[in-house]
């Protein structure tokens, strides 16, 4: 279980998460204080930001602790080795879409890499554990043999893996580095009659241009509500990232239309509101009151709060499963909405 931290505190994490706001450092900050707000920030995936900003702020004007400065020390040493890894990673997913690019396989890399050197100023502040590709479906096979041939090893269950479009590679060698192959970045079955994004819907959205803003936010949104369920900050620092990322209304237009091709109005609708209340991002939940609410996405709202995100790991953490939990049904239940065909044309042409 995590540290606990009072509101004042809480602010103070989400300052130092959000990558383009000043560092949060006052001459009151106790050294147990901001320990506890460091434990926090390893376990949201927001860490590298915090340190990068603690770097920024310089020693001198942090608490003079021992224990803290022997954990700075460590934390540094952890995301050195981190960055490391990241760029690892990124050198065998850069092999791998070679060998599949020769055998006439279209894939794309998305996630990790990706909203690392598009969405964050500070490509650090944004390591990755995994290389995430993904492909038409027809294609998983061709590209699981690819990958195999790269000297990877199947680390999931075959059969498994295909019903959810999700395949984890293993290297050989060191089998820290993993490689996930997706058909769909929707794993969830009983979700995917109602949404869906492949690789012939990004096509649409980027609409012969290459991660365009529309597209790398309607990934990030997908990867909070329909992968991860909301479990760490992280996601939202993607989607709050994301959102500065669209310049104007046009882009604001493709996002909307992009959220109705791939049935993710319900997400989207969520995942900005409670990313623009986080972060006191208003356009986020302007845009997000673009959706025309139905039963679902006010219940969504109403269960997905920045309390229950920021306590995934506190002694409210029950109450915060309960809630995710409880989204992830009404995620199933939610009803399509239809989108009319020639919108769809529109989009693809």
Known sequence: MLPSLAPADEKRL??????????????????????????????????????????????????????????????????????????????????????????????????????ARKLYRHVADRPFTDIDILVDPASIGEANKTIGECGFELGS????????????????????????????????TGMRRRLSLGFRELQAIDNGETDTPAALLTIAIVHAAGGHKFHRLQLCVDVLQGMRALKSPQEEARLLDAARMTGIELELATVLNVTGRLFGAPRAI????????????????????????????????????????????????????????????????
């Open 14 to 115: 989400l300052t130092f998460a959000d990558p383009e706001a000043p560092a949060a450092i006052g001459s009151d900050l106790a050294a147990a204080t901001l320990l506890a707000l460091l434990a926090n920030a390893e376990f949201h995936g927001v860490l590298p930001i915090m340190l990068r900003k603690l770097r920024e702020t310089g020693d001198a004007q942090l608490p003079q602790d021992t224990a803290l400065q022997r954990k700075l020390s460590e934390l540094r040493d952890e995301a050195t080795m981190a960055t490391g890894q990241s760029m690892l990673l990124q050198y065998h997913g850069d092999r791998i879409m070679k060998a599949l690019a020769a055998k006439g396989v279209p894939a794309r890399i998305v996630k990790g890499p990706v909203f």
């Open 157 to 188: 269950d075959e059969a498994e893996s295909y019903e959810l479009q999700e395949f984890k590679w293993l290297e050989k060698e060191n089998s820290s580095l993993l490689i996930e192959l997706h058909g769909d970045l929707v794993h969830d």
């Open 286 to 349: 302007e845009l997000a009151n673009r959706i025309k609410p139905d039963l679902s996405i006010r219940l969504a709202k109403w269960l997905i709060t920045g309390n229950m995100l920021l306590r995934v790991n506190s002694r409210e953490k029950l109450r915060s499963r309960l809630s995710r939990d409880a989204f992830r049904w009404v995620q199933r239940l939610a009803r399509p909405r239809p989108y009319p065909a020639q919108a769809r044309e529109a989009t693809s042409g």
